[in-house]
T-cell receptor
Framework: KQEVTQIPAALSVPEGENLVLNCSFT??????LQWFRQDPGKGLTSLLL?????REQTSGRLNASLDKSSGRSTLYIAASQPGDSATYLC???????????FGKGTHLIIQP | NAGVTQTPKFQVLKTGQSMTLQCAQD?????MSWYRQDPGMGLRLIHY???????DQGEVPNGYNVSRSTTEDFPLRLLSAAPSQTSVYFC?????????????FGAGTRLSVL
């Protein structure tokens, strides 16, 4: 069974720092990997989707990488801002399985 | 754009009561799904649908029922609520095969079963 692990569980950094969130998965047979953002009391917003054939995706200050063979992905946030404070979730879609398998998330706080 | 709309946002039930969580999307997406989110756990798939008239079970389907009579709507029914069903429920939709494209999520329904 696919397992998704996110490290760290929580992170607090001063505004302006660059930071990296980590995601690992146990089964490399995936269609894609998605990074989501979840604000308190709100739904999930898809930030980046990386297909299994891709190595990285970029959107603004966000860059996500995928190393399928090693079962790892990173989300890089450049020049962090207080508005980036949220929980970041990593999810993979597994070949032959239904839906997405989610990690437990990284709770990020950017201090002004 | 409305996207994925879930109602109600909050609900308190007594054990044994029944209710329906509503989910509607206006993006003409074929694929819709329901997840539950519990503290200390990742989101888990309850049921999903690949199109009108077609539904299937996910990882944690027990105690829940679904139907898909239209492309737009995918309600989740709790026939006899139990305290173990206290959770936050999310509905999601996507335009292509369920696992292969960007998933759009609703804002969630927070359910407490006493």
């Amino acid at each position: 069974k696919q397992e998704v692990t996110q490290i760290p569980a929580a992170l607090s950094v001063p505004e302006g720092e660059n930071l990296v969130l980590n995601c690992s998965f146990t089964d490399s047979a995936i269609y894609n990997l998605q990074w989501f953002r979840q604000d308190p009391g709100k739904g999930l917003t898809s930030l980046l989707l990386i297909q299994s054939s891709q190595r990285e995706q970029t959107s603004g200050r966000l860059n996500a990488s995928l190393d399928k063979s090693s079962g790892r992905s990173t989300l890089y946030i450049a020049a962090s801002q207080p508005g980036d404070s949220a929980t970041y979730l990593c999810a993979v879609s597994v070949v032959g399985a239904d839906g997405l398998t989610f990690g437990k998330g990284t709770h990020l706080i950017i201090q002004p | 754009n409305a996207g994925v709309t879930q109602t109600p946002k909050f609900q308190v039930l007594k054990t044994g009561q029944s209710m329906t969580l509503q989910c509607a999307q206006d993006m003409n997406h074929e694929y819709m799904s329901w997840y539950r989110q519990d503290p200390g756990m990742g989101l888990r798939l309850i049921h999903y649908s690949v199109g009108a008239g077609i539904t299937d079970q996910g990882e944690v389907p027990n105690g829940y029922n679904v139907s898909r009579s239209t492309t737009e709507d995918f309600p989740l029914r709790l026939l006899s609520a139990a305290p173990s069903q206290t959770s936050v429920y999310f509905c999601a939709s996507s335009s292509e095969q369920l696992a292969k494209n960007i998933q759009y999520f609703g804002a969630g329904t927070r359910l407490s079963v006493l």
